[in-house]
């Protein structure tokens, strides 16, 4: 190859360069002017659907849970409402109380329309694969009841022949479908659904149910308002937690970094003795 030759070749590869160079300049030229007339997403965003609101939305059953919901005329209160205010002024944040039939609860929580759940919601395996929990708060077990001169048994309530009332939607409800229904002890008409829990005392009282079956915080508070006589309980292992959708990430390590604080705080003590919970147990 001769030096002139050798000249055109590398001017053929220069040439080659700067063309290519001006193809990449004017390519990064037209992805800017599209960037700014166009928002692109940011991949590397955290998404979650309750990051920065002003208000949060506390989803609550519409009827008495005491000692966890009492309402007094419109005004929630209760052991639940103490807890989520006492978290909130904790972390800064503003909440607002939303009374929701308890068979819905967990449906409006699926559709967005609150940010979390309370009113003594037991966390299950079952709930777990749907919804995010906070830390346990408290631990309890179910307990049977009926009326203070009742001459009626834990051995009569196994014979599967009086009728119960639960609420639906309930591990309560849980428990004697698996216990009783299932092994055939009793005949589902026995099994009574009841328009809350209270409710349930009420007709006990009325005669028209043998038994109810609660949680037992909720069940010894009843027993202050009604004449009532617990006969036995079931060890069921359950807890009480805060509920959350699974795209709630960061709200639920807010809300649970408040609810720890709270739990290793005397202020707990004080709030549970009010509702003459013991926390010796526990």
Same mark, same amino acid.
Request: cysteine-free; overall charge negative.
């Given at each position: 190859?001769?030096?002139?030759?050798?000249?055109?070749?590398?001017?053929?590869?220069?040439?080659?360069?700067?063309?290519?160079?001006? @193809?990449?300049?004017?390519? @990064?030229?037209?992805?800017?002017?599209?960037?700014?007339?166009?928002?692109?997403?940011?991949?590397?965003?955290? $998404?979650?659907?309750?990051?920065?609101?002003?208000?949060?939305?506390?989803?609550?059953?519409?009827?008495?849970?005491?000692?966890?919901?009492?309402?007094?005329?419109?005004?929630?209160?209760?052991?639940?409402?103490?807890?989520?205010?006492?978290?909130?002024?904790?972390?800064?944040?503003?909440?607002?109380?939303?009374?929701?039939?308890? $068979?819905?609860?967990?449906?409006?929580?699926?559709?967005?329309?609150?940010?979390?759940?309370?009113?003594?919601?037991?966390?299950?395996?079952?709930?777990?694969? $749907?919804?995010?929990?906070?830390?346990?708060?408290?631990?309890?077990?179910?307990?049977?009841? @009926?009326?203070?001169?009742?001459?009626?048994?834990?051995?009569?309530?196994?014979?599967?022949?009086?009728?119960?009332?639960?609420?639906?939607?309930?591990?309560? $409800?849980?428990?004697?479908?698996?216990?009783?229904?299932?092994?055939?002890?009793?005949?589902?008409?026995?099994?009574?659904?009841?328009?809350?829990?209270?409710?349930?005392?009420?007709?006990?009282?009325?005669?028209?149910?043998?038994?109810?079956?609660?949680?037992?915080?909720?069940?010894?508070?009843?027993?202050?308002?009604?004449?009532?006589?617990?006969?036995?309980?079931?060890?069921?292992?359950?807890?009480?937690?805060?509920?959350?959708?699974?795209?709630? @990430?960061?709200?639920?390590?807010?809300?649970?970094?408040?609810?720890?604080?709270?739990?290793?705080?005397?202020?707990?003590?004080?709030?549970?003795?009010?509702?003459?919970?013991?926390?010796?147990?526990?």
């Amino acid at each position: 190859m001769n030096h002139i030759s050798f000249l055109k070749e590398r001017w053929h590869i220069v040439i080659a360069l700067i063309l290519l160079l001006m @193809v990449l300049s004017a390519t @990064v030229a037209l992805f800017i002017q599209i960037s700014d007339d166009i928002e692109l997403p940011d991949l590397f965003a955290h $998404e979650d659907d309750n990051d920065h609101k002003s208000v949060y939305l506390v989803g609550i059953s519409d009827t008495d849970y005491p000692p966890l919901l009492i309402w007094v005329g419109d005004q929630p209160t209760g052991l639940d409402i103490d807890l989520i205010q006492w978290i909130s002024k904790e972390k800064g944040i503003q909440v607002s109380f939303v009374s929701i039939p308890w $068979e819905e609860i967990f449906d409006a929580l699926r559709n967005k329309e609150i940010d979390m759940i309370m009113s003594g919601v037991s966390i299950t395996p079952e709930r777990k694969e $749907e919804f995010l929990f906070s830390d346990p708060y408290l631990s309890i077990e179910q307990t049977i009841a @009926v009326v203070r001169e009742s001459p009626l048994t834990l051995m009569d309530f196994y014979a599967g022949e009086k009728t119960i009332g639960v609420e639906a939607g309930t591990t309560s $409800e849980d428990i004697v479908h698996n216990l009783l229904i299932m092994s055939g002890i009793t005949d589902p008409s026995k099994v009574h659904a009841v328009g809350g829990i209270a409710q349930g005392a009420k007709d006990l009282m009325d005669g028209k149910l043998d038994y109810i079956i609660t949680d037992q915080p909720i069940m010894a508070a009843l027993a202050q308002e009604y004449p009532l006589r617990i006969i036995g309980s079931f060890s069921t292992g359950e807890e009480y937690g805060i509920g959350f959708r699974k795209d709630s @990430v960061s709200f639920q390590q807010t809300i649970n970094a408040g609810l720890v604080t709270l739990l290793q705080s005397p202020d707990w003590i004080n709030i549970t003795s009010t509702y003459l919970i013991d926390l010796s147990g526990h």
